[in-house]
């Protein structure tokens, strides 16, 4: 008699005789059943954690694009404002970056041709803002600002006879401007033409007789041509012009800064300078104003400006005091090399000279 047994019974029975249970065809439709259940549930899990994915995916791309989107969607006229603001800030750079996003869609503007120009010439890429200021005036012929910077460069690229040219067609446009006839007498002095510099000066000077930096270039070119008392003329001229006027706003501003006050401050000094260009001290004090106000960018470009300023009105007072000696005044010489020392201390050419005038006051 044969015994049969299902399931978990035959299990048992084989477990403890050790006999290996039999397996009827249908168990074996139902392993096969099993596998293939498995299987698919196997094949489900991995399209769902690739349909997971994929929508993940999607979703970071949607938001990468959305970040994007304002950017592209930006006119020429926000990149021209993004590119003014840089400007304010002196972040010059960026600001080039700026507007050359907004010529890139709308190349015809030429102000922003001009802006960037600036900028360039600022940062010292010199043949770029060439380029810019030549497109400009391609643009419009008629734009004569473009001209006097095109000389501008031209002069500072060592091309004077050329940078001569472009200020002749700035002043055919703006014959009243008084800066672009010193700009002209610079580039003509440069060439040895001293009489023509000469005259450029004094037209500057009859648009507007404050004007120091042409009392100062005229009589350097009159002190190079010998015509000693009359530089010396030019030189006082060039230490005495300042305003009464610049006195008083620079007074009121140091009393806004002490109030703390900056930007009230910094609009007194600003106009003091206008007034008087040679004013260093509105120049160290304005900059600890846009330091007060945070503006440290500001703040750097008005000491640089100081400094540079030093040095200018240092080498009026070497100007002069080199022409006093060799008109024999040796004190009076000896006094402007001593102020020209008191700017520049560390400068050995005035230390130089000083210490033979002094020997010579001191031998006689």
Known sequence: MTLHFTGSAAGKVARKSNIKPSIKPNNKIAAAELSSSHQMMLLLTFFMVSA???LNSCATQSA??????????????????????????GRFDRAIENYS?????????????????????????LDKALADFFKVVEIDPDFSKAYLCIGRVLEKKGEER????????????????ARAYVHRGN???KIGAFNPAIKDYTQALKLDPKLEEA????????????????????????????????????????????????YQAI????????????????????EQAWRLSG??????????IADKLRSHVAGVFYSRGHAWSKKGNIYQACADIKRAVEFRPKHNQYHHLLARLENKINSR
């Not at 592209?72 to 800030?89: F, P």
């Not at 890139?104 to 600022?122: A, C, F, I, N, V």
């Not at 609009?267 to 304005?286: C, G, M, P, T």
């Open 52 to 54: 997971c994915l994929l």
């Open 295 to 304: 503006n440290q960018s500001r703040a750097a470009k008005d000491l640089a």
């Open 215 to 262: 009392y100062c270039n005229r009589g350097k070119v009159r002190k190079l041509k010998g015509d000693i008392d009359l530089a010396i003329k030019d030189f006082t001229k060039a230490l005495t012009i300042r305003p009464r006027l610049a006195s008083v706003f620079y007074n009121q501003a140091n009393i806004w800064k002490k109030r703390g006050k900056p």
């Open 162 to 177: 050329k940078s001569i040219r472009h200020y002749n067609k700035f002043l055919k446009l703006e014959p009243k401007f």
């Open 101 to 125: 996003m907004a010529i890139d869609l709308q190349s015809g503007k030429r102000k922003t041709y001009y802006q960037r120009g600036k900028l360039l010439e600022k940062t010292g890429k």
């Open 64 to 89: 990468l694009n959305q970040q994007q989107a304002p950017e592209r969607r930006l006119k020429a006229s926000d990149w021209i404002w993004r590119g003014n603001y840089n400007t304010v800030l």
């Open 267 to 286: 609009k007194d000094y600003s106009k003091a300078l206008e007034l008087y260009q040679l004013y260093i001290d509105a120049f160290v004090n304005r």
């Open 187 to 189: 580039a003509r002095s």
